[in-house]
């Protein structure tokens, strides 16, 4: 089917719709569908009850039944199968009248007794016209007639009777003599008033409302996740009674969590069946105004109209934007209490009633309450050592070419990446689990499609850069492993100069902006809707918000992520799922080409104060915009349970 014509399809099973039914809501259904789910008793989209005991009935589409009788003669005018007359000749002609195909002999014959009174067209004429042409011709030329009087058509509307009439009809109504209106500038005065309902609603103070809740949530996520870290970070530095006790304190901010998050998640779910409603309203308005004609649309008004003003009526309830940080408290007062039981100190951790907001104020406020424990450390650290970074490249010439891309997890551990040339050519490449082979070695199971052509697209490109927005959010280490695991990591590598984050240059250039999702940017500067589970439409979006937004002709000095960067941070992910690194320090790690393994050969060197001394050289070879790095010598705990694994192992083997 025409892409432009899909929404005559089931929204739920996208097949072809024989007899599609309207819900209040504004989702259009084939029967089987709303028959398979009638014990729910809910809408499959948008969970709005559609019941016979709802507040309206549901009501046969008219609009889509019609446009889709249309679109199966147009389909078979354009495939020009079985196309014959009565008489068995082949047919040349359709009659819009008659609804029949006519061999040129009986359409002369036709014409003739019907004094050209009925309107046809050769199929040549009509296989040449697109579908919205042929729509187009219909509707200009069909005729309502009078159910009453069939040599009339209807072209008068009574306001009184809510009926179109024909011009016998309206002289016989005495009793609204005066009171008819013309036909076609009262459909189309219906067209109006609908389009204005519609508008109104685009401006509903759901999406707002909706989008307040979502940051909502995140503030508490944030809130949630900097208590727990802080919460973690302090058992660190107490000892074996802390650990026994600590869990419960976690399970304790989580559970106020999700007291508190649960409410507005539900209020979020009920937003969003509104907010699909309001959607679905809009397009079902807009089709009305392109493929409706005359009947269709008095028929389907008073319908259409309820539902639009249940729409009005509704009130998205208030949200409350501050974020309570106090919640929280109860939680902090038991770790003080902790604390001072531990350590004998009162007031050491005091700071930590008045949560701090910043990241870096956090592992600040942890290094002062560790630093006791560091003195002898730190003191012992006077010889210099002289360690040497690499530092991120930089674009300089301009002579590069950008390459817009986005990845996606897909169910079945299935990894896609999506990239889009200058030209608006797309390529899409997919790493899966070889569905035949075992999965448990990666090297051998792991099979790709696509990979080929997007190399061999880039080898002919200058100096090409791939540009994602949130580069670090990406699933970046098991594109790595699945380029190793196939082993074309090299031949990756050599293709492409590197990597460009568009985020933060999107962010600089729109600072006014409340939300910097792609979805939201998308919406406020494209004026469209984005599907962000899609990595084309998303690859896309990024492309497009660049060009608009000038953002392509800021990037000249901006950092370039080299291959080898992702690779250094592939290797830092133990650390980060054991949280003994931050994903910012892991990150400034990876840019300076820092990876696992250099990290032990700094641990081997010097187990003591090997990591602290490297640490402070890196920080102090960062540049102002870069993010430092905090507690480097925490991983000594994990390259310790190594040796302690590997002495084990080498005690067994001799045994």
């Known amino acids: 089917m025409d892409g432009e014509l899909r929404f005559l399809l089931c929204e739920w099973c996208q097949r072809e719709v024989k007899d599609p039914k ?66 068995q000749r082949e047919a040349e002609f359709w009659c819009l009248e008659c609804k029949e195909f006519f061999c040129p002999s009986c359409f002369g014959l036709h014409q003739r007794l019907l004094k050209e009174s009925h309107q046809a067209k050769s199929l040549r004429d009509l296989k040449a016209e697109s579908s919205k042409g042929f729509f187009s011709w219909i509707g ?66 759901y999406y707002d409302a909706h989008e307040s809740l979502k940051t909502l949530v995140t503030k508490k996520e944030k809130e949630m996740n900097e208590t727990k870290k802080l919460i973690q970070k302090m058992i660190d530095a107490m000892v074996q009674m802390v650990q026994k006790n600590g869990g419960s304190l976690l399970r304790e901010v989580e559970k106020q969590h999700s007291q508190e998050v649960q409410d507005i998640k539900a209020k979020m779910e009920d937003m969003e069946g509104v907010l699909k409603r309001i ?99 730190e003191s012992s650290l006077t010889e210099a050592t002289t360690y040497s970074f690499s530092s991120p490249p930089v674009l300089n010439s301009g002579l590069e070419t950008l390459v817009f891309f986005d990845m996606k997890n897909l169910p079945g551990k299935m990894l896609q990446l999506v990239a889009v040339g200058g030209n608006s050519r797309s390529f899409s490449v997919t790493f899966q689990p070889h569905p035949f082979l075992d999965r448990g070695d990666m090297k051998t199971s792991l099979c790709e499609h696509g990979l080929d052509n997007f190399l061999h697209y880039l080898q002919t490109l200058h100096m090409p850069i791939l540009v994602g927005f949130n580069l670090w959010t990406m699933d970046l280490s098991t594109l790595v492993n699945s380029l190793e695991a196939i082993k074309k990591e090299e031949r990756f590598e050599a293709s492409i100069v590197g990597f460009l984050d568009a985020f933060p240059l999107i962010k600089q250039i729109t600072p006014e902006t409340h939300s910097y999702t792609l979805k939201h940017l998308h919406r406020t500067y494209l004026s469209g ?66 990876d696992l393994s250099k990290l032990q050969l700094v641990y081997q060197e010097n187990p003591g104060y090997g990591l602290q001394r490297f640490c402070q050289a890196l920080n102090s070879s960062l540049k102002n915009n870069e993010t430092k790095i905090r507690r480097l010598s925490k991983i000594r705990s994990y390259f310790q349970s190594l040796s302690l694994a590997n002495w084990l192992y080498s005690s067994a083997a001799k045994n």
Request: proline residues 4%; aromatic residues 4%; negative net charge.
């Open 22 to 87: 309207l819900l209040p809501c504004f989702h259009n259904f084939c029967t089987e569908c709303l028959e398979g789910n009638k014990a729910v008793g809910l809408c499959p989209i948008c969970r709005t009850p559609h019941s016979q005991s709802a507040w309206t009935p549901k009501q046969d589409n008219l609009l889509f039944r019609n446009l889709q009788t249309k679109l199966s003669i147009y389909q078979k005018v354009s495939e020009g199968k079985d196309l014959m007359c009565e008489c």
């Open 140 to 205: 200009n030329l069909s005729i309502i007639s009078c159910s009453k009087h069939n040599n009339q058509c209807l072209s008068h509307y009574c306001p009184e009777c809510r009926q179109p009439l024909c011009s016998t009809c309206a002289l016989l109504d005495s009793k609204h003599t005066g009171q008819h209106r013309d036909l076609k500038k009262e459909i189309q005065q219906r067209q109006e008033e609908l389009q204005g309902m519609s508008m109104k609603l685009k401006k509903s103070p």
């Open 279 to 377: 959607q679905s309203s809009e397009r079902l308005v807009e089709k009305m105004r392109l493929y409706a004609f005359g009947q269709e649309v008095m028929d389907m008004l008073p319908f259409v109209r309820q539902c639009l003003e249940e729409l009005q009526r509704k009130r998205p309830p208030t949200v409350d934007y501050k974020v309570q940080t106090e919640n929280l408290t109860e939680v902090k007062a038991q770790l003080q209490a902790l604390f001072e039981r531990v350590t004998g100190e009162k007031g050491a951790a005091n700071s930590s009633s008045n949560y701090p907001e910043e990241e870096s104020s956090d592992e600040e406020l942890l290094d002062s309450l560790l630093e006791d424990t560091n003195d002898q450390a």
């Open 529 to 594: 809707q984005l599907d962000d589970t899609q990595a084309e439409g998303c690859a896309r979006t990024v492309m497009d918000l660049c060009n608009k937004l000038g953002v392509s002709q800021m990037m000249k000095g901006e950092r370039v992520i080299s291959y080898s960067s992702l690779r250094c941070y592939t290797s830092l992910q133990p650390l980060l799922k054991e949280k003994l690194l931050s994903k910012t320090s892991a990150q400034t790690l990876a840019l300076h080409n820092v």
